[in-house]
């Protein structure tokens, strides 16, 4: 029998971005209305950015529609050519100074390595920022992207790209993330054993299944699967 691998989502899980879509979006906004002579209300920028990012993650719509939506609601214009890739690029740029490693997880990783153990990261968004996500914190191992593979969590068919990669039945991985729809019962719903990180103190939903076990810090991982 092959040894058990891990999934790993990323944001809130392994590291946090701070927001950095927002940043990168409200600086943008902020040239734009100073070039039109305007001042930007960076709180209802702030609201209405996080609102279109909630519905693309949701799946509700693409990030290029989360975008343009949020950039008329703005500026009451139709975003210019260039003005999507200028907003990606940004994020991407804030990278390094925005993303930190949720506590206990370079020594997680570190600890996965000198055990040889097989692991990856399956999240949902878009590349290249989850990739450089992943990379700023040391991360090694495959980042498989949910606009990259074609499917989302909580979809079987994201799961199952981890099954194919780790060449193992599902019952032998172990799936660990913060959100208990797409990380819990998306692992679950896949035949693979899930753990919810509860690293900001929630309460777990009384109406989904329970996840396979709980974990409040990142590094108590290792003492459920070996």
């Not at 996080?50 to 799946?59: K, L, N």
């Not at 990259?148 to 199952?160: E, Q, T």
């Not at 060449?167 to 692992?187: F, K, M, Q, S, T």
Request: charged share 20%.
């Amino acid at each position: 029998m092959k040894p058990i691998a891990l999934g790993f989502d990323f944001d809130h899980t392994l590291g946090m971005d701070h927001k950095l879509e927002r940043t990168a979006f409200v600086q943008l906004m902020q040239e734009t209305e100073i070039a039109a002579g305007r001042t930007l209300a960076i709180a209802q920028a702030s609201e209405i950015i996080d609102r279109q990012i909630a519905f693309y993650r949701a799946g509700r719509c693409s990030l290029s529609h989360a975008f343009e939506q949020a950039f008329e609601a703005i500026a009451g214009r139709i975003a210019p050519i260039g003005a999507f890739e200028e907003f990606r690029e940004r994020a991407v740029g804030l990278v390094k100074e925005r993303v930190t490693p949720v506590p206990g997880a370079e020594q997680l990783l570190a600890q996965l390595d000198a055990l040889a153990m097989p692991y990856a990261i399956l999240t949902n968004g878009w590349n290249p920022l989850q990739q450089r996500k992943a990379d700023a914190i040391g991360f090694s191992q495959p980042v498989f992207v949910s606009d990259d593979i074609g499917v989302r969590k909580p979809s079987i068919h994201a799961f199952n790209v981890l099954r194919d990669y780790f060449d193992r039945a599902p019952e032998h991985i172990w799936y660990v993330g913060d959100d208990p729809l797409n990380d819990v019962v998306g692992a679950l719903g896949a035949g693979m054993r899930a753990i919810w990180f509860d690293g900001e103190q929630q309460k777990y939903p009384t109406t989904m299944p329970a996840p396979t076990a709980i974990v409040k810090n990142i590094s108590d991982i290792l003492s459920l699967i070996v």
